[in-house]
């Protein structure tokens, strides 16, 4: 069975702060791994891409941990427009054409 | 460009009546389309999945039911709706082909249906 696993939170933290936080999945033989970000009744958003070799995108860091499965997601000097419901997902060995698997969210409130 | 378009963005149904959810993709042609649900505090759950029309993969068993009748359109259904049914409904979609999966889903608006 597939899965996805990540700590729901809340994380509380405050503006100006980083925050890392990680996911596991359980398919060894997933492809292709991605964060998306989830506003409060809105839809899902893709965030970024993860990539074998890590990646970055101004604050943001995705990181990819095949041996251990598990990916992770840095948040530098974090923003309160930065509060969201963050979504772990991959792809199974077929690529991705009979569906992603989600996880849960990380939901994130940064204080002021 | 492409866009993906769902409606409605809320729908408040009786038990037992019927549902007809509609995305329309435009600015692509053979995409692969996906129907996804989440409930209340929990996951997306992966519904139904199409990689042409007429071709419809169900994922879980329950009383919902999809349909492609055009290239960029994929239709959600009941003919009975369940409380259980009651969840945020998303349309996606992704290229076709081999790496379908390895630039990620985009999602429409959504459709919050709230069975009563």
């Known amino acids: 069975r597939k899965e996805v696993e990540q700590d729901p939170g809340p994380f509380n933290v405050p503006e100006g702060a980083t925050v890392a936080f990680n996911c596991t999945y359980s398919n060894s033989a997933s492809q292709s791994f991605f964060w998306y970000r989830q506003d409060c009744r809105k839809e899902p958003k893709l965030l970024m891409s993860?990539?074998?070799s890590g990646n970055e995108d101004g604050r943001f860091t995705a990181q990819l941990n095949r041996a251990s499965q598990y990916i992770s997601l840095l948040i530098r000097d974090s923003k309160l427009s930065d509060s969201a419901t963050y979504l772990c997902?991959?792809?199974?060995?077929?690529?991705?054409?009979?569906?992603?698997?989600f996880g849960k969210g990380t939901h994130l409130i940064i204080q002021p | 460009s492409q866009t993906i378009h769902q409606w409605p963005a809320t729908l408040v149904q009786p038990v037992g009546s019927p549902l007809s959810l509609e995305c329309t993709v435009e600015g692509t042609s053979n995409p692969n389309l996906y129907w996804y649900r989440q409930a209340a505090g929990r996951g997306l759950q992966l519904l139904f999945y199409s990689v042409g029309i007429g071709q419809i993969s169900s994922e879980v068993p329950q009383n919902l039911s999809a349909s492609r009748p055009q290239d960029r359109q994929f239709i959600l259904s009941s003919k009975k709706l369940l409380l259980s049914d009651s969840g945020f409904y998303l349309c996606?979609?992704?290229?076709?082909?081999?790496?379908?999966?390895?630039?990620?889903?985009?999602f429409g608006s959504g459709t919050r249906l709230t069975v009563v």
């Open positions: 996606a979609w992704s290229r076709h082909g081999r790496l379908t999966g390895a630039y990620g889903y985009t």
């Open positions: 997902v991959v792809t199974d060995s077929g690529g991705g054409a009979d569906g992603l698997t």
């Open positions: 993860v990539y074998s």
